[in-house]
């Protein structure tokens, strides 16, 4: 069997655990993953049928001298072993953060038989130094082949390096069960703004707009660095719900079996967990205008877009929602039923990678 090397610091998230199963029937799969595997999302079982898993783990920073020098070291001897020795025809990088992974493989890994993967062509600003940018800009000019975890980001990757090959699919739905669904009554709806939070995800506006709606109900879930300020802000309001701690996955299926709609008031955004839950659970999404929300959310048919940034436009677009009769809110339930049918035959790994590969 032909062999593949997968090698992440990401891992694994909803993309490994989908990507890696589909493949393991073609290939004799070895994962690399360098991250703490205390700190990973998923168990181990998650990624069934895998050759084998070596792990890096390193309590250190990425710009720590001492996880760089160990670093070089975990990654000269993967080469050795599992690339140089053995020379599999697949091997997947997956674009990290590790300074030393990321400058031993332009050096190290072949470009003929290499596929980056990249979630993040499109950064949110700040993000990376720019020193992570220059490296970013060498791995995309030095290899030919990549991989993309959503349309937008693989057509945005085309626009600038558009001799390069690349292929794409969506992320994955995420699910976190069967839910038992709660609706509300009209004029009494729960809105869910949920996530790790950070300034581009624009709660102040959320915050500020749920203060102008009458009888709804608004819930806040999520990890937070600068709770304080948004604490500020919120004051004394009624008809909020905080919740600001990282939240488990037995916990996350519980806020949105109550939602009635998901809110992502965001600045920018390039993929959204979030959204992919609300998906998965035909829950009605009330999005900001921006290009990845306006790819996947319909207006006034799977959900409603307001202007981005524009508080007043948040405000109607609450208000109507809050009091769209019910027969019309089913409506919305349907549509996205339908539009989770769509999205997720754009999910096959497997597919694409074989039409990229020229089998099909």
Known sequence: MRKCIYITDDGWWDTDITILPQIVNDYEVTVVVAENINQLKYDEKNISGVQDIIRFETKYSNRNFRKIVKSISFFSRIYRKYIKSKKPPLIFFIKENNIAFLLLSLFLLPKQHTIIGIHDFLIHKGKYSAFYDFIFK????????????SENQYRSFNKGYPTKRGFY????LKSFGAITKTTHKVGCRKFLFFGFIQDYKRLDLFIHAAKQIGNAQFVIAGACNEWEKYEKIIGQMDNLQCNIHFLKNDEIILYFQEADYLVLPYDESTQSGPLLIAYNYNIPVIASDIELFKTMVCDKQNGFLFEKGNLSSLIKILDDANNLPESQYQLLVK??????EQYQSTT???????TFLGKR
Do not use: G, Q, V
Request: glycine fraction near 0%.
């Open 138 to 149: 060498l791995l995309y000019k030095r290899f030919e082949k990549f991989l993309f975890f």
């Open 169 to 172: 699919i969506n992320m994955p």
């Open 335 to 340: 549509n996205m039923s339908k539009r989770k």
């Open 348 to 354: 096959n790994f497997k597919l694409a990678l074989d």
